[in-house]
């Protein structure tokens, strides 16, 4: 049996020292300049995180506080309301009882009678209101929900 002959060995280019050291310090840069890049842009990212969560906690700030102001001008418009009512209550049995003393009582059965008619009318009437009030929040609140 024959020995194979020894595989010659390839010779690699080689760069004189200096200029190899020269590669090496511009490949170093790079990589230094890189990450200093790579450092500037996570800081950008986090300081965009930063902005963003001031920026929804203002939001949910005004809105506790849009909220708390709608409820206590609902409360007062209530309390008004109910006041104005017992006003209103307070004069037609003061009328009713001036209609009584003076032996009018037909007067006052057709007055409770145009009453009852504009109560009912009055109930359809803000019931239908208040109806297309909610339908209109409702949509208006599902169009922001999209948004």
């Known amino acids: 049996m024959m020995a194979k002959p020894p595989v010659p060995r390839q010779e690699t ?3 004189d020292p200096q200029r190899e050291a020269d ?3 511009k490949w170093l840069e790079n990589q230094r300049m890189e990450m200093e890049i790579q450092k500037e842009q996570m800081r950008l990212k986090n ?3 930063d902005t963003d969560k001031a920026l929804a906690e203002k939001s ?9 102001r709608t409820r206590v001008q609902a409360t007062k418009l209530t309390k008004y309301a109910l006041i104005f009512l017992g006003v209103v209550i307070l004069m037609l049995l003061i009328f009713g009882g001036y209609v009584i003393s003076k032996d009018k009582e037909a007067v006052l059965s057709e007055l409770i009678g145009l ?13 239908g209101y208040f109806i297309a009030k909610a339908k209109f929040k409702s949509d208006a609140s599902n169009k922001n929900d999209d948004d």
């Open 13 to 15: 280019a080689r760069l």
């Open 23 to 25: 590669l090496m310090d």
């Open 47 to 49: 300081r965009e995180i």
């Open 60 to 68: 949910i700030d005004a809105q506790l506080e849009d909220r708390s």
């Open 115 to 127: 009453f009852i008619e504009l109560f009912k009318y009055g109930i359809g009437a803000v019931t």
